[in-house]
């Protein structure tokens, strides 16, 4: 995808541009919304990913204006202010995602890839992982014929974890995916919550810690 | 009277001022006319004996009569009160006035003064003439009655002047303190979230209209450092959050590229921290923006059993390696209009504090119910208790109850969840703290039933 990132911090501009070039795409940055402007008039992206506190124009006016000259690129939202009312208000001026700071760059790519392909995928109703499912309908999960029981939290947090098989979720990331607010014991929570999974999961084991990184679930170790 | 509003206590001043007036004026009114009084009783006292004299003079004039008949010439001012002595110039009594049972000595010449006899005060001339001495005296009773007068005067004067004052000044009062009321009115309409009010300043130059600038220059003083700290909110989330971005992007990249499990290892922790930091930066936001009275809520209907069951869910986590009982009476159904995610703040934060402050093999207890449509939840656990002192600084912020430095945390678990719980209108409050429970409340009205 050919992608505009307009951040006025220079390093993590630099960051989210290294990370989207890894993952396979072309990024442009810039650090102001004039510039952003004038580089959408100009040329014609599949995504803009701007950033709202901007010097001069801020990041909701260049969105305001962007939908007024009819500019269809996707948009994600960089707020500062992780409330709802920054979220409503970018959403309401046309912005088709939204991500609060501090984020994890996975999670960015993450969505990037989401909304490339948001029109062409169905929500999954089942996750499968080897002999695992998860039926998303009422939340039951079997091992082969066996069902297990699971608890709220553990319920969400497999759902994320098998969602991505194979992908590495640093706990950090685990904690902002299952828990909706910031948690003093957060670390230890997912620790925990992990080796519950772990448990009721039982042999041969699906979830793996990845050292020094994080957790994946995959079917070979 | 120290509660008493300002007109009475001006009007009561002024009345008393307005006595001590009347009656400095009475007295002194009465000390002049006593004076002036005297003066004609001696001129009176004067003129008597110069009549006396000129009989006396008749008398001797005429060999015929004897000093028997001294009696004759001086009844009829004997008669008059008067006390009249005569005595000839080697002393011989000729003639002592029946109100006079014995004969005035006199102590030296003095023309007029005043004596005191048989209880009664009189008034004493003493004359000389032709060898003969005439000492002539009247009671002073009479001008006594002036003093009498007067007092019998203040005795109506006073309660009308009381009266009149006191009418008078609280309408004076009443009229000097009108501005200061509409100063108080104006005053309390200005708010945080109308903080651009102002009093209006009347045309006149007095010390009211300086008064209102004082004020009015305070309250821009005001508006602008709430501004500030509004602000402060707003730049402080964006200069404190980006930066955090930029770490933990710059971590999580180390992390992805580095191959020595020591770096990986000691990224890993650090992105750890800098969620940490990140934590307690939102925390302190929220603060700031509940301090600046711009704490935004966003109720949403939800229902409050299903959000315990998550919060209960972590309890039961943390609360396992310490072997605490976690048990819960929450009603199935707990229907609830409020900001979602701060009602879980509230409860995870004093959950996490039953935990915390417990003592191994303890026990934690949620309650969760409604009570006239808001609903009611009370935490509470086995522990150490709080001891009395502490317990009126338990919601301050940074402040730790038992001062254990053993136990981590930020001490701001309990401040926020109140400043949490009083934003949607309701409140916490500590119901027991003894040595084996201890018990927190928190009552959540409904949204819409809020005021």
Known sequence: MHILVVEDEVRLARHISRAL?????????????????????????????LDVMLPGIDGFEVLRRLRKAHVDS????????????????????????????PFAMQELVARVIALGRRYAEKAPIKLELSDLVLDLTNNELHRGTRKIELSVRELTLLRVLMREPGRVFTRTELCEKVWEREHEYDMKLVEVFISRLRRKIDSPPLIHTVRHLGYTMREEP | MKKWPLRWKLALYAALLAIAATLAGAATTWTVMRHREIAAFDRRLTLDAHELFRDVQHFQRDPSRGNQLFEEVFVPLALQHRLVEVTDAQGKMLYLSPGLLEPLSSDGIRTFHTRKIGGRSIRMGEFTHDGLTLRVGADLREINQIGRDIFNGMLVAVPTVLIVVAI??????????????????????????RLDQRLPVPPTHDEIAGLIEVLNAAFERLQRSFEQSARFSADA?????????????GVEEILAEANNPRIQATAEGLLHRIHQLNSVADTLLLLARADAGRLELHPEQFDLSELLEGVLDDARALAEPLALEVESDVSAHLPLKADRVFVGMIAQNLLENAIKYNQQGGRVRLVARAVNGSVELSVSNTGAGIPKERIPHLFERFYRARGDERVAGSGLGLSTARELARAHGGDISLQRADRSWTELNVSLPQADQRG
Not at chain 1, 25 to 41: C, F, N, P, Q
Not at chain 2, 172 to 183: L, S
Not at chain 2, 186 to 193: G, H, N, R, S, W
């Open chain 1, 74 to 101: 996707r948009v994600i939202i960089l707020t500062a202010r992780g409330e709802v009312t920054d979220r409503v208000a970018g959403l309401s001026f046309g912005a088709d995602d939204y991500l609060a700071k």
């Open chain 1, 21 to 49: 070039i890894n993952a396979g795409h072309e990024a442009v940055v810039l650090h102001d919304g004039e510039s952003a402007l004038t580089a959408t008039s100009r040329s014609r992206f599949d995504l803009i990913i």
């Open chain 2, 168 to 193: 008078g000044s609280t309408w004076v009062a009443r009229k000097a303190v009108a501005p200061v009321e509409e100063i108080r009115k104006a005053a309390a309409q200005i708010t945080a979230q």
């Open chain 2, 237 to 249: 989330s964006h200069h404190l959050k980006t930066p955090i971005a930029v770490l933990r992007a």
